[in-house]
């Protein structure tokens, strides 16, 4: 069984013709729509698919376990989701907002 802990090898995994093939069919299912926006009833559609234009991508396909602890399940379409590069990010905890450390402080 493949390991994706390196940059290197999920670099090589996500440049994959395999991942990129079950990619277009996660988006194709979820037809293009992020599932967190659409749980919350918003939509986020890929402008990329709906322009034909190159522009910049709006929807990440995401492992809902990821691949570094659960690498038999890289390549299993339902263990994918399309999501909006907001709720991906959020879900990752990047650019997270950091408390302002003189919140708490005391004013005088």
């Known amino acids: 069984m493949k390991q994706y802990k390196t940059y290197e090898q999920k ?3 996500y440049k994959s013709s395999g991942w990129e093939k079950l990619r277009q069919e996660a988006l194709k299912r979820d037809n293009y729509e992020c599932k967190e926006c659409k749980r ?5 559609v890929d402008s990329k ?12 396909v ?9 690498p038999e399940l890289a390549l299993e379409l339902d263990n994918l989701q399309t999501l ?5 990010n959020e879900k990752h ?3 997270s907002k950091k408390e302002n450390k003189w919140t708490h402080d005391e004013r005088w």
Do not use: A, Q, Y
């Not at 919350?40 to 986020?44: I, K, N, P, S, T």
């Not at 909006?84 to 991906?88: A, K, N, Q, T, V």
């Open 49 to 60: 698919k709906i322009d034909g234009e190159r522009k910049s991508i709006e929807l990440n």
């Open 84 to 88: 909006c590069i907001r709720h991906h």
């Open 62 to 70: 995401d492992h809902i376990k990821e691949i570094e602890t659960h």
């Open 11 to 13: 670099r090589t995994f």
């Open 93 to 95: 905890g990047r650019f």
């Open 40 to 44: 919350l009833g918003h939509v986020h």
